[in-house]
């Protein structure tokens, strides 16, 4: 069984053969007259793209499969089931006219729309046909804005920057701040969620797990989010669905003729559904595609709900060894912690456990700062040592509780912190 599902992803993730008619179908893609009006998702074009650069890459993503098959057979995944995992976001901003650097709201209502699909506390969860109301999950997993950055300072969780380039591609320029982007943060800490104009009517575009570091994460069209004016792809499903392929979802038809997604509780259907089709739309000899699945193509309005087997095919990357564990215990979505007594003074990250990074005002005598470690009882800690510039090395230091006292001959500041 086990062997089973490994071989059909090893087939799905393209180490068998393309067939001649995928083929066509890629290359009329790349026509803009020939162009099927609805949603656009670049998501499997780049992973083709990708998978033609590096060859290791399919491997990789094997391995997940296996891992992800290995979890989903295990009576101990059941643990996992009920403990939200709360994912720290850093939405990159690169805008090259001002509709594009989009508004603090409205990047507060797209996090929000991700945590209510995410949650089936989606106002349309109603909507669901009978036949799935059972299926219909809360995946657990949730989304703040970062607060800290991977160095450990205070963020916001965006980061805007003005560019010249006036239409991205699929060609992950943007991830990279050398090609008028911007680069990705950690990617085993962070989301990644890169919001700019998409060029070629594409909404947005993922990567999925196993993939390169720097260019995981998330595009999206930056009118998009929601109350942006891509109608109707304006309520901010498009970072729901694309969120979903960076969580290891596959289309909903299996991108191929009644094909597989790979969960098992999805009806296979024959194709991908646009705009906002009746139900039942019945292909493939299943009792009605489910196009309200956000892994469809269906118009925003018309797509409320993730099936449980998509939500255990995500939570089983969470899980010890899994592509995304990182996530779980990530510090990101944690505010730095400011210091009570000297609100000038900012210590980061407490407890340290190598370097704990100071931010200092300047000096009021003009001349430097000095830092002395002592332990609770007042002793000197010779194993901290200042390097002048804002970082205190306490690697050496035993764990536990020490005093620092940050004075420039006039001032004396002090502050306790935790050796972790
Ligand atoms: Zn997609």
Not at 4 to 32: C, E, H, W
Not at 182 to 193: E, G, H, I, R, V
Not at 232 to 241: I, L, Q, S, V
Request: proline share 5%; charged share 15%.
């Amino acid at each position: 069984m086990k062997k089973n599902v490994y071989a059909i992803a090893l087939a799905f993730l393209g180490l068998g053969s393309f067939s001649a008619q995928a083929q066509d179908q890629r290359m009329a893609k790349t026509d803009p007259a020939l162009i099927t009006p609805g949603r656009t998702c670049a998501t499997m074009e780049v992973l083709e793209a990708q998978m033609a650069a590096d060859p290791s890459l399919a491997q990789r993503m094997a391995k997940v499969e296996q891992q992800t098959a290995e979890v989903l057979s295990s009576p101990a995944t059941a643990n996992r089931i009920g403990a939200v995992v709360t994912i720290p976001v850093v939405v990159h901003v690169l805008y090259n006219t001002t509709a594009q650097n989009v508004s603090d709201a409205m990047i507060t209502a797209q996090l929000d729309v991700l945590n209510k699909d995410f949650s089936k506390t989606n106002t349309d969860a109603g909507l669901v046909p009978t036949m799935f109301a059972g299926l219909a999950a809360n995946t657990n997993v949730q989304f703040v804005l970062a607060k800290r950055t991977p160095t450990g300072a205070a963020t916001t969780g965006i980061v805007r920057k003005q560019t010249k380039v006036s239409s991205w591609s699929t060609n992950d320029a943007v991830k990279s701040s050398k090609r008028g982007g911007d680069d990705a943060w950690d990617a085993t800490k962070y989301l990644n969620l890169w919001v700019c104009n998409l060029g070629q009517g594409l909404l947005g575009y993922a990567q999925f797990p196993g993939g390169s570091p720097a260019t995981d994460g998330v595009v999206v069209l930056y009118s998009s989010l929601p109350g942006g004016t891509a109608k109707p792809y304006d309520k901010g499903r498009t970072a729901t669905h694309e969120v979903g392929h960076w969580l290891n979802l596959r289309h909903i038809w299996g991108d191929a003729s009644c094909g597989n997604d790979l969960v098992s509780d999805t009806p296979t259907q024959q194709t991908a559904n646009y705009g906002c089709p009746a139900f039942p739309h019945v292909t493939c000899n299943n009792q009605g595609d489910m196009s309200m699945n956000y892994m469809d193509y269906t118009d925003d309005a018309c797509m409320y709900m993730f099936s449980t087997g998509q939500a255990s095919r995500m939570n089983a990357l969470f899980a010890s060894g899994g592509a995304r564990a990182g996530l779980v215990t990530s510090q990101g979505g944690v505010a730095p912690r400011m210091t009570a007594t000297a609100a000038e003074v900012a210590m980061y990250p407490n407890p340290a456990s190598n370097v704990l990074n100071l931010s200092l005002p300047a000096t009021k005598a003009g001349k430097g700062w000095t830092v002395t470690v002592y332990d609770l009882r007042g002793h000197e800690m010779k194993q901290a040592t200042y390097n002048g510039q804002g970082q205190v090395q306490v690697a050496q230091l035993p764990k536990g509780l020490y005093q620092m006292t940050v004075s420039d001959g006039q001032q004396t500041l002090r502050q306790r912190f935790e050796k972790q």
